[in-house]
């Protein structure tokens, strides 16, 4: 399994998370380990290259919970779950639904995936967008940190949203690897 495999959320014609190219992948690699972490000085320190409108620790549980309001510059962002790794990394990715394909799953439990949720952005009480985790990868990994994206969306220019995370299944086992909600704006930007 490829340790820096990533799937990118991008918006085209219709909604959707697809594949990278190779040359993609390998140049965000390249980028993430060389120039990204020299050239930041970041105001988080779990991962200082990150600029993110929210970050908040989660609990994994079922239920819902509500990010603080927060504005945007008119851009897309991306809604993620970031963990630590305190666990063998076969059983992170298992339990995070971060497999890359079906052979993936041969080592994984049947209650696996425990991360399933549903998201919405809202505006005040309208609802802008909404969506539900993807079943495949669309994930991240990095030496400290795995991530999950849930979904993207579009942000208009100087309005305030909330993102709503509805978590469908029982994801308490990995409350033991530190959870947040991030929102950030999408890598593209």
């Not at 918006?11 to 930041?40: D, N």
């Not at 779990?46 to 994994?60: E, Q």
């Not at 630590?84 to 995936?113: H, I, R, W, Y």
């Not at 990995?174 to 704006?185: T, V």
Request: proline share 6%; with cysteine.
């Amino acid at each position: 399994m490829n340790l820096f495999t990533q799937y990118r959320t991008d918006r085209v014609k219709s909604r959707g998370i697809f594949r990278c190219t190779w040359l993609r992948v390998i140049s965000g690699a390249i980028c993430a380990l060389f120039i990204v972490p020299g050239v930041s000085a970041g105001r988080h320190k779990d991962h200082p290259y990150r600029y993110s409108v929210v970050d908040m620790p989660v609990s994994l549980a079922v239920g819902t919970i509500r990010t603080p309001e927060f504005s945007v510059s008119g851009q897309w962002y991306d809604i993620m779950v970031q963990v630590e790794k305190p666990l063998p990394f076969n059983q992170m990715v298992c339990m995070m639904g971060v497999t890359a394909g079906p052979l993936d799953l041969k080592d994984c439990s049947s209650s696996d995936p425990l991360l399933s949720a549903d998201w919405a952005v809202l505006d005040g009480d309208k609802v802008v967008d909404k969506g539900t985790i993807p079943t495949r990868c669309a994930c991240k990994f990095e030496d400290k940190h795995m991530y999950k994206f849930l979904g993207d969306f579009g942000g208009e220019a100087g309005k305030k949203y909330v993102v709503e995370v509805k978590f469908t299944k029982d994801g308490t086992p990995l409350n033991i690897a530190n959870p947040h909600l991030i929102i950030i704006k999408h890598k593209d930007n």
